[in-house]
């Protein structure tokens, strides 16, 4: 969850702002976007939790790292605010240290995505702003199987008795999210592995582990040698059609 991030007065007042930065593709050309690192590209949604009562819901705001997979930021409110989401992601860039010029941030076009206070943040930090074609969910593929991870967790409840029961729910998945969760689409590491750089330590332990296995028991491996998943490799959203890199969207694999 983010810490709470003073936005100055001038800045939300100031009117001869420049115009914010956007990525270089109009509303219905797909956007192509590669993350080759962490930090490159993030992106960020808004989902629902039911609330005590059938006409009650929570809002969820998530940022996600698109290389790594680390949820880089999160916030549970009662009301969907472009005043929040503009709290978090300032707050968010400032805890990872992100400089300008550095950073691509892609959403579909929720009214708070597309809001002034968000572009006007974005074109301050110097970060490129990107949005999905209208009507289009899969140009944000990375946030919805991050959703659905979430939703589909052992232990989500049908609904939540209020938003501090939320939140204390949010904060514990987050937490194994990023440090325990064995995802698919980074070669079975855990996020928090990927996004701070130890990804080639922890794959050459595996391998010192396999290659023992394999010392001990070669008869065990019909075919050859053990070896241990590959590296992430860059991460496209739309990935152009000469390109042989392919976005792979989050399943749920056991912690290991």
Request: charge should be positive; hydrophobic fraction near 35%.
């Amino acid at each position: 969850m983010f810490a709470a991030h003073h936005v100055p007065a001038a800045r939300r007042t100031r009117r001869d702002r420049r115009p914010p930065h956007q990525a270089l593709h109009p509303p219905k050309v797909k956007p192509e976007l590669l993350a080759a690192g962490p930090n490159e590209v993030w992106t960020w949604d808004i989902t629902k939790l039911p609330g005590p009562q059938k006409w009650t819901s929570y809002y969820l705001y998530v940022i996600l790292d698109v290389y790594s997979r680390y949820v880089v930021g999160w916030t549970l409110a009662d009301k969907e605010s472009a005043a929040l989401a503009e709290n978090l992601i300032a707050a968010t860039c400032d805890k990872q240290n992100i400089s300008p010029g550095r950073l691509t941030v892609h959403a579909d076009r929720g009214s708070s995505m597309t809001s002034k206070p968000v572009a006007f943040l974005f074109a301050d930090l110097g970060i490129t702003q990107s949005h999905s074609r209208p009507r289009t969910s899969n140009d944000n593929p990375y946030s919805e199987s991050q959703f659905k991870t979430l939703k589909c967790r052992p232990g989500y409840p049908r609904r939540f008795d209020s938003i501090e029961t939320a939140r204390a729910w949010c904060r514990e998945f987050f937490d194994y999210y990023n440090a325990d969760h064995r995802h698919s689409g980074i070669g079975l590491l855990t996020p928090a592995v990927v996004h701070h750089g130890q990804a080639e330590t922890v794959q050459a332990a595996r391998a010192e582990v396999l290659a023992a296995a394999y010392a001990t028991r070669p008869d065990r491996f019909v075919r050859r040698p053990p070896a241990p998943p590959p590296l992430p490799t860059p991460a496209w959203i739309n990935p152009p059609e000469q390109t042989h890199y392919q976005p792979t969207a989050d399943t749920e694999h056991p912690a290991q």
